[in-house]
């Protein structure tokens, strides 16, 4: 796994042994960021939000690309201990805030300081998750994140269709094999 794009582009990223993560492959990452950069959804200098990080390979392609900082959210110590590994290879452990948590107590922890603003936030939860009843109230927490150019980025597989979320409108969905991208912006 590489990064697929910008200043860092070609640069190797570490990856958990085991299943517990499942890393969007180089080519998923690659067509996704084609198709942020040519919406204007990854401006220089932008505030990326990375929920279910794994191994933070979509947030350090968005630092490979211009992004300012990067918080990222996994609760699994593996994938914690890679983000921090490839941020340190990478040379952008400045620029990243790493909470190793599960995501809705994260959430809690950002909504206790002030108030984040987001352009991107990335969410890639095990496929499973993608129907519970948890998820769109986290969704809606990070919609209410957004910036108003703001993007909301799902990976989902392509049984399940991205859920209702209060103030967000389904953009766009891009097919990738078994894996779906749907792009949701603030309405």
């Not at 200098?45 to 947030?59: H, N, P, Q």
């Not at 097919?175 to 779906?180: I, K, L, V």
Request: with cysteine.
């Amino acid at each position: 796994m590489r990064i697929t794009g910008g200043s860092l582009r070609s640069r190797r990223l570490v990856a958990p042994k085991g299943d517990l993560t499942r890393p969007t492959t180089d080519r998923v990452r690659e067509a996704l960021f084609s198709a942020l950069t040519a919406r204007g959804a990854l401006p220089a200098g932008a505030r990326v939000l990375d929920l279910y990080a794994g191994t933070g390979a979509l947030s350090f392609d968005a630092l490979s690309r211009g992004a300012k900082t990067a918080v990222l959210v996994d609760k699994d110590r593996a994938a914690a201990a890679a983000i921090r590994e490839n941020a340190a290879q990478l040379g952008v452990a400045s620029q990243i805030q790493l909470l190793q948590a599960p995501v809705d107590k994260a959430l809690a922890t950002l909504a206790r300081a002030k108030p984040p603003e987001f352009d991107l936030v990335f969410v890639d939860p095990p496929y499973a998750r993608v129907t519970s009843p948890e998820l769109p109230l986290e969704l809606a927490i990070c919609v209410s994140w957004l910036t108003e150019d703001g993007v909301l980025v799902l990976e989902h597989g392509k049984r399940d269709p991205p859920p209702l979320v209060p103030g967000l409108s389904w953009d766009e969905t891009r097919e990738y094999g078994d894996t779906h991208v749907s792009l949701g912006i603030k309405q």
